[in-house]
C-alpha cells in the first residue's frame, strides 16, 4: 500500500515528542500506540493507518463483544453516534470487535498540529466517556444502551 512518509514521519515525531511508546510498519504505513483509558475499559490501541492524502485513527478496544450481547452493543454505539461532531463508533457483528474512528485529511501533505493533538485525543476522550457504559454492557445480559445513554447525556 502507497502512503506519505512525510504524513507518517510527522505523526512519529509527534509520539516520539509526547514519549509515547508505538510501532511503526514501514511496509503498511501503520503506526500503534497503546493507551492506558480512565474508564473501565483499562485500555485501547491507537492505530494511524497513514495514505496518500492523509489518515485514519482508530482507537481499538481488546474486548470483544459476546454475541448475546451484540444487539445492545450495537444500539448503544448507535446511540452514542448520534451528534458527535468529529468520529464515530464502528461495530462489527460478526465478531463482536469496536473501536472509533476519526479522519484527517492532510492536503498541504503534512498534519497541523492540531490534527496530531486531535487524533490521540478525540478518540480517547470519547471511549473514556462512553466506557463505563459499554462496559456493563459487555458484561451483562440486559438492555442498558438507552438509559445508559440517557444518564450519560443529562436526560435521565
Known sequence: ??????IAHSIEAYLKENDWTFDFDVIHGTISVEVELSC???????????????????TGLAVEADSSVRAQVGEYLHRANYGLPNGNFEFSYDDGSLHYKTVFDCPDGVPSQKQLEDSMAIGLTVIDHYGDGLYEILNSQESLAKKLIRELDGME
Not at 1 to 6: K, R, V
Not at 46 to 57: A, T
Open 1 to 6: 500500500m502507497n502512503y506519505s512518509e512525510s
Open 40 to 58: 473501565r475499559l483499562a485500555s485501547a490501541i491507537v492505530v494511524y493507518q497513514v495514505s496518500e492524502g492523509g489518515f485514519l485513527c482508530y
